[in-house]
């Protein structure tokens, strides 16, 4: 009996020697798996930490308590008016037609601009490749930065560089191609009254062509369609086979005979009228349907538009002078040897017309049509005759 006692005390002694160090083992594998946790969680949350906008500072000297600190905002550009109804600097930009009227439609209800506004006439070229009298316009703008802008609609096959120094440098919108007498002249011109939309500063617009010259200077002629109280768009009722014959029955109920009416297509216009221009979805496909074959639209849209419901306010006549004398579906040119002073008198004062209700002999601001064989001698006589800036 006592050597059984003995035995199980030996067996009890015996597993406690052993049960000890498991015992310790365990302890301390739990002890490391808590450490290798802590350390892991450590190292993310400080990997994290980099990337948030705060920093945990030391614990200061009052209380001990430790304090989130936040780092300063990123300072942010602010945009202003000005800024946000600036023009593009260039007259590039992939807008689709559809895309540039719809933005340049857009128009403040508010009439008064709440900053101070230097009012520009845009001058919209309407060509068919360079410019010929770009000398001779080079001259008529100088020292007059700030109070025009300039817009040139030519084919998309010409891709000549103007120099930087050109004010015509930069200054061709995106275009297509355009036929004479077809609906797609009328495009073009739509197009460049869009783009010279798009700066609020253009208060007066002007279509010009290639084959134009300026009969005064700037000042003159700034001064004269700013202060004018009508538009110049040319309108008149004209019977027989190149007015009322051109008109389509098929326009009608929209467009009647007697609404039908013709004019020159260089016209002038305020930014009121442009902005319906460019906007007219009634009448304008009309004329892209049915003024086809001996019917030209840019001798009629415009002024069956202004007789319709744009008629208030208008001259009823144009400021480009165009001799019609000998006939044809084409005006009279003129070479070099047609430029002379009496010629150029003739052009600035030999009309008679009205002016804000008042007669005045300064009917003609522009003329046509000019070839280039004329350019050298227009830079020699026309800078002193109109008095150019520097001249």
């Known amino acids: 009996m006592k050597n059984n006692q003995q035995s199980q005390s030996s067996i009890v002694a015996t597993i406690k020697v052993f049960n000890s160090p498991i015992k310790n083992l365990v302890n301390l594998v739990t002890i490391l798996v808590f450490f290798a946790c802590g350390l892991t969680c450590g190292v993310v949350v400080s990997f994290y930490a980099k990337s948030l906008p705060w920093s945990l500072r030391g614990v200061d000297g009052g209380g001990g308590a430790a304090r989130l600190n ?13 800024e946000l109804l600036m023009a593009p600097l260039g007259a590039a930009h992939n807008l689709s037609d559809e895309e540039l009227l719809w933005r340049a439609s857009m128009s403040p209800r ?3 601009m709440p900053f101070r506004r230097v009012p520009k006439v845009a001058f919209m070229f309407l060509a068919r490749g360079a410019l010929p009298m770009a000398p001779l316009w080079e001259m008529f703008f100088r020292g007059n930065a700030g ?14 560089t103007e120099p930087p120094e050109s004010v015509f440098h930069g200054r061709r919108i995106p275009s297509k191609g355009v036929e004479w007498g077809k609906a797609n002249m009328i495009e073009a011109e739509r197009r460049l009254l869009a783009n010279a939309l798009l700066d609020f500063s253009n208060e007066r617009f002007i279509l010009l062509s290639e084959a134009c010259i300026p009969l005064f200077n700037f000042s003159t002629i700034y001064s004269h369609v700013m202060n004018s109280n009508e538009t110049f768009i040319e309108v008149y009722d004209l019977p027989g086979p190149v007015g009322r014959g051109r008109y389509s029955a098929q326009m009608s109920p ?6 039908w009416r013709k004019g020159s297509q260089w016209f002038e216009m305020d930014r009121r009228l442009a902005l319906e221009v460019i906007s007219d979805k009634t009448y304008f496909p009309l004329f892209q349907s049915y003024c086809t074959g001996p019917c030209y639209s ?22 480009t002078w165009v001799d019609w004398a000998k006939g044809g579906p084409h005006p009279t040119k003129f070479n070099r040897n047609d430029v002379t002073v009496d010629f150029l008198h003739k052009l600035r004062n030999g009309s008679t017309c009205e002016y804000n209700g008042e007669k005045t002999t300064m009917c003609h601001l522009f003329a046509r049509k000019f070839t280039p064989h004329a350019l050298s001698r227009l830079l020699i006589l026309a800078p002193k005759l109109m008095q150019f800036n520097g001249y």
């Open 70 to 82: 936040l780092a300063p905002p990123r300072e942010e550009r602010l945009v202003g008016l000005k």
């Open 110 to 112: 508010i009439e008064e």
């Open 147 to 160: 109070l025009f802008s300039v817009y040139v609609h030519s084919d998309p096959s010409y891709n000549e």
């Open 254 to 259: 929209i467009i009647k005979l007697k609404d």
């Open 298 to 319: 840019d001798e009629h849209y415009l002024p069956t538009l202004m007789n319709i419901k744009l008629g208030q306010g208008n001259s009823n006549r144009t400021l």
